[in-house]
């Protein structure tokens, strides 16, 4: 079973940037497909980004490519959610999943096993 544990949310101005991070304890991450998912107040859980465990294989959703890139370093056991150009609209909650079984639909909360506790950004001047 593997704990996630995210980090690096704060505060940040419109335009400016932020990296998230979800480190790994209890299993490595490679074997596992990992997700970012963020949830503002009075809103569902969105899918944000995924990276795969096998071909390192990205997704996005429409509302941040360009401008957020997921990475994974097995190394250290960590992937991370960079965050540019960011907006008002992306303050949330982020959260990280992990899933071990195949992912169908990347973007969908059920099909990961494990969550983090979340880390807030919040974007505002």
């Known amino acids: 079973q593997v704990q996630l544990v995210e980090s690096g949310g704060g505060l940040a101005q419109p335009g400016g940037s932020l990296r998230l991070s979800c480190a790994a304890s209890g299993s490595t991450l490679d074997g596992y497909g990992i997700g970012w998912f963020r949830q503002a107040p009075g809103k569902e859980r969105e899918g944000v980004s995924y990276i795969s465990r096998r071909n390192g294989w990205t997704g996005y959703g429409e509302f941040v490519k360009g401008r957020f890139t997921i990475s994974r370093d097995n190394a250290k056991n960590t992937v991370y959610l960079q965050m540019n150009s960011l907006k008002p609209e992306d303050t949330a909650v982020y959260y990280c999943?992990?899933?071990?079984?195949?992912?169908?639909?990347?973007?969908?909360?059920?099909?990961?096993?494990?969550w983090g506790q979340g880390t807030r950004v919040t974007v505002s001047s």
């Open positions: 999943a992990a899933a071990r079984r195949l992912i169908l639909n990347w973007a969908v909360p059920g099909s990961y096993e494990y």
